[in-house]
């Protein structure tokens, strides 16, 4: 017994010289990483000179978090996480899981319904626009899409960095056809994914033959293309100043939300006048678009389509080995991933009524991957999470205004908002390489081992 405690207390020992050896190299990092970006800043004074600014307490601030953090993860958190994967190893594979886990789908789903009653209730209708506007349907949108990708990065393992352009084709779509010939929503919606899945085709016939890095380069390339097309192709979509003016969505075309209508929604109901009631429309429009877009990722996963997809993702030539046109494989993929995103376009540009080709750089196709990976490439769940996370993280960073109190009047926290947010995915991707609901489980496996006879083993049937 005194044997096996002194082993547990060396054992102890070591680990907290361990953590603290770590978080010193870590605060010795940040001080190198953050020295110019938070401890300097450049300013101008009244005669219209470049003074530098010393804000060392801001980066000790910075420091000290990096540290302690290092610490805490090594001495606490590291053990902790083995000691529960060695729990969940030993506990029995037939155990009943809470019920909430068991039932997070059906919880989710029933929160995000009573989600804009509960804001009108707790906000007013005016009051609840921000909270249905910014924290529901931008989050939806972004969950849309990252579904779509899902089905390209996640189930396929085709590596697409320029997913952005089919999101703009669907929403120049719908804004391009609904002045020009006065489509409404309901049939523009559809004939936008459409347009983006051809051109998902059209994507996917040059880079067959291509995989990792390479295939990356290619796609990166055509989203700039779309891009530079929106750009310059002035005499159809205006350039840089956009297309402004896009029709409102109805309800069936039976009540309208323009103002001037006769059919107008709060004239029927006789409602106060607020732009409150289209925002909570379209949410419940943007939630039914996504769950159909998780109902046909699901169902086509359990198709043979889906294992090919999977295959695919595992081993291409193995893949071509067992019969599988890796080519029709390819081509679904990309033409399904896209449809999804022409949809969430389209959709955008309805929420927005007006489109430019700002919305639509990389870096939007950088935080629609960095979701799918957070959240866990082929894992619906975990990939809603990281989108609410990172978006929803985003939007109430905005809101940081209780750090003027601690940093002075002059802090401004939208500078140090993607900072934040930067540190934030490091941390997880260290804390979560997989993302938060990492499953790279196939949908067809054995359930159980089956024993072969030695006969078969002789033959090379084993």
């Known amino acids: 017994m005194t044997n096996i405690a002194n082993t547990s207390e060396r054992a102890g020992g070591n680990l907290t010289a361990q953590a603290l050896r770590e978080g010193f190299y870590a605060g010795v990092i940040s001080l190198g990483l953050f020295v110019l970006f938070v401890g300097l800043e450049t300013t101008q004074n009244i005669r219209n000179e470049l003074v530098i600014n010393q804000r060392w307490g801001l980066l000790a601030i910075f420091v000290i978090v990096a540290a302690v953090g290092r610490f805490l993860s090594v001495a606490y958190l590291r053990p902790w996480a083995a000691a529960r994967k060695a729990s969940a190893a030993a506990r029995p594979v037939d155990e009943e899981v809470s019920f909430f886990k068991r039932n997070f789908s059906k919880i989710a789903i029933v929160a995000l319904l009573v989600y804009p009653p509960l804001m009108v209730m707790l906000f007013g209708v005016q009051g609840s626009l921000k909270w249905v506007d910014n924290f529901g349907i931008q989050i939806l949108i972004y969950v849309m899409l990252a579904w779509g990708l899902n089905i390209v990065v996640g189930l396929a393992g085709l590596l697409d960095l320029g997913y952005v352009a ?144 999977e295959a695919l993702r595992e081993d291409e030539i193995a893949c071509r080995s067992l019969g599988i046109n890796t080519v029709t494989t390819k081509l679904t993929a990309f033409s399904i991933g896209a449809m999804f995103g022409g949809f969430a376009g389209s959709f955008f540009a309805v929420r927005q009524g007006f489109v430019s080709p700002e919305s639509f750089v990389f870096l939007e196709s950088a935080i629609i991957l960095a979701i799918v990976v957070l959240g866990g490439m082929g894992s619906l769940v975990g990939i809603a999470i990281a989108a609410a996370v990172m978006v929803g993280g985003t939007e109430l960073l905005r809101e940081m205004t209780f750090l003027k109190a601690v940093f002075g009047p002059d802090f401004t926290p939208e500078l140090y908002r993607m900072l934040i947010f930067g540190i934030a995915m490091v941390v997880v991707m260290v804390w979560k390489p997989r993302g938060f609901v990492g499953s790279r489980e196939p949908t067809a496996f054995l359930k159980e081992r089956k024993a072969v006879s030695g006969s078969f083993t002789k033959e090379g049937h084993g």
Not at 209 to 235: C, H, M, P, Q, S
Not at 244 to 264: H, M
């Open 166 to 309: 089919f999101y703009a084709v669907g929403a120049y779509s719908y804004a391009l056809l609904s002045q020009q010939f006065g489509f409404s929503f309901w049939v523009l919606l559809p004939l936008a994914g459409i347009l983006a899945a051809f051109w998902g085709m059209i994507l996917g016939f040059p880079v067959l033959r291509l995989k990792g890095d390479y295939l990356a380069i290619v796609t990166l390339a055509f989203g700039e293309i779309i891009r530079l097309v929106l750009i310059n192709w002035t005499e159809v979509t205006k350039g840089t100043f956009g297309v402004s003016g896009i029709p409102k969505a109805s309800v069936f075309g039976i009540w309208s939300f323009d103002v001037s209508a006769p059919n107008n929604f709060a004239k029927a109901f006789d409602l106060p006048m607020s732009s409150a009631y289209y925002k909570i429309f379209l949410f419940y429009l943007i939630l039914a678009l996504a769950l159909l877009t998780a109902y046909v990722t699901i169902k086509l996963r359990r198709m043979p389509i889906g294992r090919a997809w």
